[in-house]
Each structure stands twice: as C-alpha cells, then as structure tokens.
C-alpha cells in the first residue's frame, strides 16, 4: 500500500505570496491532518480534516487554511506568506478516522520543506 | 491544557548502550501517550503508544516505554543501541479543549549513537 505522499517535496516563494501544498493519504483513510515543524517552535498541529470538513484546529492565524475533497485528498493554502511560515509542513493520514485521536495511528508523510525569501 | 516535556535536546550513546530518553507528561486527566521517530528529511513515524491498556508499552525497533503515573513520566529505552537508531524522538500527548482534539508534541531529542 502507498504512503502519506505530499507534493511538491521543495518550494520557495517570496513574502507576501501565496501557496498551496498538497496531501494525499494512504487509500482508504479518510482522516488528514495538517502540522508545521520549525527548528523554533517544533512541530504544531495546524488542522484535522474529516469527510471534507474541519474537524480540529491548532491555533493559527486565519492566513492557514485547508481544505479536503470527496477522495480524501487534502490542499493546504497559506496567503500573504511571511519569512516565519518557512518550515517542514507534514501532513498525515488515519485509517478510522473516528474517534478520539487515540484511537488509531497517525501515519506521516515526508513533508513539504517551504522556504519564504 | 496536556502537554508534554522531554529532558534533553541531544542525547549521545555508545553503539550497544542503552537508550534512554526522557519524557514527562503534565495532565489532569488520564493522558494518552506517544513517542514517535523522525529520521533526517523524512516524516515521523510511531514507535509506541499509551492508551491505558498496560504501563509497560512495547514498540518498533526493540524501543518500549513505561507509563509511570507516580512520576508523570513516559521514558523510551532500548536496551542496546545501534547505529541505525540515529534520529530525532519526539513525545506527544493528546490534548482536548472544548472536543478540540490535537496532538501537542515536546521539542524533540536528537540522539547520536558513538560508533
């Protein structure tokens, strides 16, 4: 079974731009959630997708935002970006999806590394 | 609100010693407990979990961790370290605000194995 695979692996963007990253889960898992991981802050939960609607949310401005269509898959978009948004962002999949979060494993990709000039 | 500590940026062993890693958990209610992996450029990938089921938790790659209510702690240990155990570990806890679920995670350890 194919990973957490996430597109594209590398970008770099100016400030003030906008960008738009994208998830696509292990077949079969309906559940997509969204982190940042910087060297300063570490990893931070941004969002939780579930059947196409935000289910859980980190504490991020409303610059951060997401989205997830009817075949699981799952776009973040970031506007106006800033140099401080430059960091690795992971998304990951779980099979069940419901339920409490540990209840199943949460299975990651290998990141987005945006880097904001 | 849970969260979770880990003692230790950067942790460096001899290849065969043990592993220790240390993570204490804050909480007022029953926590639910993670410790994952992230080797370089790659995403992170679970080594164990505690849900309550038993306090001594086995993993992936000969890691286990025990749950010790007492001392708010969650340790990782494996009892002979090898080279391919070079990585970062980080310890995550679920918090809950208002049925807001997330998973919080501690700043990491880098553990360097000593050839």
């Known amino acids: 079974k194919a990973g957490v695979t996430q597109t594209p692996r590398y970008l770099i963007k100016t400030r003030g731009q906008q960008v738009t990253l994208s998830c696509s889960p292990i077949?079969?898992?309906?559940?997509v959630s969204w982190y940042q991981q910087t060297p300063g802050q570490g990893l931070q939960f941004l969002f939780e997708?579930?059947?196409?609607?935000?289910?859980n949310k980190g504490n991020f401005p409303g610059r951060f935002s997401g989205r997830q269509f009817s075949n699981s898959r799952s776009e973040m978009n970031v506007s106006t970006l800033e140099l401080g948004d430059s960091a690795l962002y992971l998304c990951?999949?779980?099979?069940?999806?419901?339920?409490?979060?540990?209840?199943?494993?949460?299975?990651f990709g290998p990141g987005t590394r945006l880097t904001v000039l | 609100a849970q969260s979770v500590t880990q003692l230790g940026s950067h942790v460096s062993v001899s290849e065969g010693a043990l592993v220790l890693l240390r993570c204490n958990y804050s909480s007022s209610v029953p926590p639910y407990l993670f410790w994952y992996v992230q080797y370089p450029n790659q995403g992170l990938q679970l080594l164990l979990k505690?849900?309550?089921?038993?306090?001594l938790v086995k993993g992936i790659n000969g890691f286990e961790a025990e749950f010790k209510k007492s001392e708010t702690s969650f340790h990782l240990t494996k009892p002979s370290a090898h080279m391919s155990d070079a990585a970062e570990y980080f310890c995550?806890?679920?918090?809950?605000?208002?049925?807001?679920?997330?998973?919080?995670f501690g700043t990491g350890t880098r553990l360097t194995i000593i050839p």
């Open positions: 995550a806890v679920v918090s809950s605000n208002f049925g807001n679920e997330k998973l919080t």
């Open positions: 990951a999949s779980r099979p069940a999806g419901q339920g409490p979060l540990f209840t199943d494993t949460q299975y």
């Open positions: 997708y579930f059947s196409e609607t935000q289910r």
């Open positions: 077949s079969g898992h309906r559940s």
């Open positions: 505690y849900t309550s089921a038993a306090t």
